[in-house]
């Protein structure tokens, strides 16, 4: 099933005045368009209906390198104010897939333990889905409302550190995952600005840190909405992220021509005066004659392990003619080739004491770069939390994922984003209109409430906290987190097995 309206085909663009962006709709994605709301983007045609549905840019897409910039401008320049947009740059528009994901329940990754092999998380009991099913059976009320939350949990500083469980995350799944008095699933996924690796070996990691099962069909990462631009380029660049694991990433999307810095490295060592280029990395890229060959966009899918030299790659490449390394487009604005990133967080708290630099800090540097060389501000397309795509990207994952648990897809009407992050999870959640709550595991060390970007349904020690608030003020004070199996079990509590008690 599609996971957008038909209604949401055809719509126009609409410039987004209210900060609700829940009622913004998407934008037609077949027939030439691309009015943009920011009145920079040439329209570029676009080759019969695809399976992708394009959604309005929330943030500008003109570079936000300015306010850091002292004296670097050449906007003076005669002309320079004037110019436009890229003609193949997205600009005002972030394309997602609209189609129903693949299901893969094969893809359930389950933590060490569950010898039951069933994504339920319950150790292996075989009256125990049977047992539940009754207690729902006579428990109406809850169960409706059980269904109807639904939870979106940010991972870095919430139910995790890197490799380093957050303890309260694993209890918090524990529950969703059934471990509550109605032996129900509660609906949850996934939204991390994490990059850098395929879903699954990213879903392998968590699973087996949180010691809970994790489905593919729940899990967003930053980059995971960019598969829909495997529709609209066939030779990309990628950028980011450890060896060669972003290649990975592309081929799974459907990129058909992949290239990332090191086969140009290998191909031309003089692109990058200060690379080492040892021969491990040599005999690992795939070098050709890229003087040959147009690069139609770029995607930097992770952080940058080496700045020196993807930004000059970069570089070279929004200034050629129309991706072709080596030459140098006589106009760099029209022949520029869109730039894409997964995600825009400046910093990103790990085992360090202080916040390290993620890709935010690349993307500024490059922007403050190119309006040094060029004069103009780089336009450019930034996926991830807050940016309304990703999250109207999680609304057709979450439908997707009732229809798995519960066989019914739709959207839960109370949906509670969990998140460590003001600038990007809670202001994303709270102009999306779901609950937010903040927690204190992470990036977030504040006072009562972030003063810029309040969650609205509050702050909280932790994930377990938020969890089990939400979960009484939508099934009861007096709801139970545990599943007590000699309260319904009539064999081991002695009882009649005709008559299964329920209290
Ligand atoms: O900022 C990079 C990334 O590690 C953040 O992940 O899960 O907090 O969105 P997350
Ligand atoms: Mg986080």
Redesign the pocket.
């Known amino acids: 099933m599609p996971s957008f309206d038909d209604s949401d085909f055809g719509a126009p663009i609409q410039p987004i005045i209210s900060k609700d962006l829940s009622r913004v709709k998407t934008t037609e994605s077949n027939g030439e368009r691309r009015g943009s709301t920011l009145g920079i983007s040439l329209p570029i045609p676009i080759e019969g209906r695809r399976d992708s549905v394009e959604v309005p840019a929330t943030r500008s897409s003109i570079a936000d390198a300015s306010p850091y910039m002292h004296q670097l401008s050449m906007d003076d320049r005669p002309g320079a104010k004037d110019r436009r947009g890229s003609r193949n740059s997205f600009g005002a528009s972030l394309p997602i897939p609209k189609s129903k994901r693949q299901s893969r329940l094969s893809s359930v990754a389950y933590s060490s333990g569950n010898v039951s092999g069933r994504p339920s998380g319950f150790p292996s009991q075989p009256t125990r889905e049977i047992l539940a099913s009754q207690v729902q059976d006579m428990a109406g009320e809850k169960v409706t409302a059980a269904k109807d939350m639904a939870f979106v949990f940010?991972?870095?500083?919430?139910l995790v550190h890197g490799d380093r469980l957050i303890p309260e995350g694993q209890r918090a799944l524990e529950i969703l995952n059934g471990d509550n008095e109605l032996g129900i699933k509660v609906p949850h996924i996934f939204?991390?600005?994490?990059?850098g690796k395929p879903e699954q070996a990213r879903i392998d990691q968590l699973s087996k840190i949180l010691h809970q099962p994790i489905s593919m069909e729940q899990f967003i990462q930053?980059h995971t909405p960019m598969r829909a631009l495997s529709e609209y380029y066939s030779t990309v660049l990628v950028v980011g992220g450890e060896g060669y694991r972003c290649r990975e990433v592309a081929e799974e999307y459907g990129f058909k021509d992949i290239v990332v810095p090191n086969d140009i490295v290998a191909w031309d060592p003089t692109i990058a005066p200060y690379r080492v280029f040892t021969d491990a990395e040599r005999s690992t890229s795939n070098p050709r004659d890229f003087s040959q060959i147009n690069i139609e966009a770029i995607m930097v899918f992770s952080?940058s392990r080496d700045y020196a030299t993807d930004m000059q790659i970069i570089m070279d490449l929004l200034r050629s003619e129309n991706g072709r390394l080596h030459t140098v487009a006589k106009d760099p604005i029209s022949q520029r080739i869109p730039i894409y990133f997964s995600?825009g967080?400046l910093?990103?708290?790990t085992e360090h004491p202080n916040p390290r630099m993620?890709?935010g800090a690349f993307r500024i540097g490059l922007e403050a770069m190119y309006k040094a060389l060029t004069g103009v501000d780089l336009e450019r397309v930034v996926y991830?939390?807050p940016e309304l795509a990703t999250y109207k990207y999680a609304d057709s994952v979450l439908e997707n994922w009732m229809d798995i648990i519960h066989n019914d897809e739709r959207l839960p009407k109370n949906i509670y984003m969990v998140?460590?992050?003001p600038g990007?999870?809670i202001v994303g959640g709270n102009s999306y209109g779901w609950n937010t709550c903040l927690v204190r595991t992470?990036?977030f060390q504040g006072g009562e409430n972030d003063g810029e970007n309040p969650a609205n349904f509050g702050v909280f020690a932790n994930v377990l906290e938020a969890v089990k608030t939400a979960m009484k003020k939508e099934l009861g004070q007096d709801f139970d987190f545990d599943w007590d199996d000699e309260r319904v079990n009539p064999l081991r509590a002695g009882k009649d097995v005709s008559a299964v008690a329920v209290e």
């Open positions: 940010d991972i870095d500083g919430v939204l991390t600005n994490g990059s930053s952080d995600q967080d910093l990103c708290p993620s890709q991830g939390k998140g460590d992050n990007s999870d992470g990036v």
